[in-house]
């Protein structure tokens, strides 16, 4: 279905936009998908399809507005809510769908005073980079760990999101006086 939109929404701009204004087969592919989010803006239809399109086509990464829109994924710690941008790569999408529509609940445990560290159980994809870390950042370890930081670590991890609008004195009352459970719903 979703393709179909897309598929409607490029058709409609590239008989809107002259391929030869367009330039270059791939700049008119993501001329043509840009030009058909606007054009879906003015007629009503979908747009934040058609954007993402152009995002994807062009090789961007999403915004943090588009993220939040696409993935709709939450997070609870301890039974509070926090808001996270999370990270447009496969391993978020396959996290959302271990949830597939369901709470998915993992017992964190505290690791050397800067973390809680989490089994999902089973294996994600990864793409491991060598980083540093901040507090509130969401991390794949290993592949089968999520790890949620309340601290500062540099450590080969696959990023999987950001929890925003919590300073880092309160992830420290929340993450590091012992363990606690996170609930991933999506």
Do not use: H
């Amino acid at each position: 279905m979703k393709a179909k939109k897309i598929f409607a929404c490029v058709f409609t701009a590239c008989a809107i936009v002259p391929l030869a204004a367009c330039g270059s087969a791939k700049e008119a592919e993501t001329t043509s998908v840009t030009e058909s989010a606007t054009v879906s803006e003015t007629a009503g239809t979908i747009v934040t399809e058609s954007a993402s399109a152009g995002t994807e086509a062009s090789g961007e990464s999403l915004t943090s507005e588009q993220k939040k829109e696409d993935d709709g994924m939450k997070l609870t710690i301890d039974g509070r809510e926090v808001d996270v941008d999370w990270e447009n790569n496969e391993s978020v999408t396959a996290l959302k769908g271990l949830c597939d529509g369901k709470d998915l609940t993992v017992k964190m445990s505290m690791y050397g005073g800067f973390e809680q560290v989490g089994s999902l159980g089973t294996s994600l994809p990864r793409n491991d980079v060598q980083t540093t870390t901040n507090a509130g950042d969401i991390v794949l370890y290993s592949g089968d760990q999520i790890v949620i930081f309340y601290g500062q670590n540099s450590w080969a991890y696959t990023r999987l999101g950001k929890i925003k609008d919590v300073s880092a004195s309160e992830l420290v009352e929340m993450l590091g006086s012992g363990d606690v459970s996170i609930t991933l719903r999506d």
